[in-house]
């Protein structure tokens, strides 16, 4: 029986996913596949390295710091990204709150990260690295459109996995996983709408067309995804974590207290649902 574990992203929001896996992880389950999408796959390393809470210290501790994020940042010719790039990703886990690059490279699975791809508008699959002091494919899948400069991993460009894939639970199916759990960032009942900052993204991006197109589709092929998703549940193929509420938390959300409750809120969730899990898990 192989299980797996899929994490949607939702910038700060993944909080609450980062919560359902510190209790996942305080109830002794680890998943044999894991897949995240931007912060979800930011945030799931830490479940891969057996690390709980350690995303909540990084994000009470960083919200309202303007190295972590901030116009600031977007505006520096040199980081060309709302969140400060070298502080995220560099200084943080490899000074401030040490991430434990030894304990993840003692995972005994396999760890992808989801990244869309500006050539061809669709997902690619990208195995992270266990001891990337740079974090560059956990960049590479965060960096939201305008808001991120562009990545370039063997050759592709590459930006936020969430326009291609933004819940690879067919992935995950594709990968061998008999039984998968799936954490989303949003409630049951969400439906995404078109972005309203289309007229930019066509304008930024024209070089990329299918990537243009994907965005312009991507509020409908999520959407149809989730329901499909909801419907596999229904079939007993998956079993999906979502919030109840996501608490007004923000994709840039400074808010301390507002970013714990909504970790309590995904931690609360897996807590109740342990042997539930347990027993999807096992059958």
Not at 128 to 135: A, G, H, K, L
């Amino acid at each position: 029986m192989k299980t797996g574990l899929v994490l949607e992203g939702g910038a700060l929001r993944a909080i609450f996913s980062s919560g359902v896996c510190d209790g996942l992880l305080e109830g002794g389950i680890m998943t044999d596949y894991f897949i995240g999408v931007s912060a979800g796959a930011a945030y799931g390393v830490s479940y891969l390295s057996r690390q709980p809470r350690r995303n909540l210290e990084v994000v009470t501790r960083f919200a309202p710091d303007r190295r972590y994020m901030g116009m600031r940042n977007l505006a520096d010719k040199k980081n060309q990204s709302y969140f400060g790039l070298e502080f995220s990703y560099q200084t943080i886990p490899n000074e401030l709150v040490p991430f434990d690059y030894d304990a993840f490279q003692a995972y005994p699975g396999k760890a992808e990260a989801v990244v869309t791809n500006l050539n061809t508008g669709g997902a690619d699959y990208l195995e992270i690295p266990r001891q990337d002091r740079e974090s560059l494919v956990l960049q590479a899948t965060c960096a939201m459109p305008l808001m991120f400069p562009i990545y370039h991993i063997n050759g592709q460009p590459y930006l936020d996995g969430g326009v291609g894939d933004a819940i690879p639970w067919r992935r995950a199916l594709e990968q061998g996983c008999d039984r998968v759990l799936v954490v989303l960032t949003r409630p049951r009942e969400y439906r995404r709408r078109p972005d309203k900052l289309l007229p930019l993204v066509r304008k930024k991006y024209r070089e990329y067309p299918n990537f243009v197109a994907a965005m312009e589709q991507r509020a409908q092929a999520y959407n149809q995804d989730r329901e499909e998703l909801f419907r596999a549940e229904r079939e007993g193929r998956l079993l999906v974590i979502a919030p109840r509420s996501t608490l007004g938390v923000s994709r840039t959300e400074r808010n301390t207290e507002k970013l714990r409750l909504l970790w309590a809120a995904g931690y609360q969730d897996a807590v109740d649902r342990l042997e539930e899990i347990q027993d999807f898990f096992s059958r």
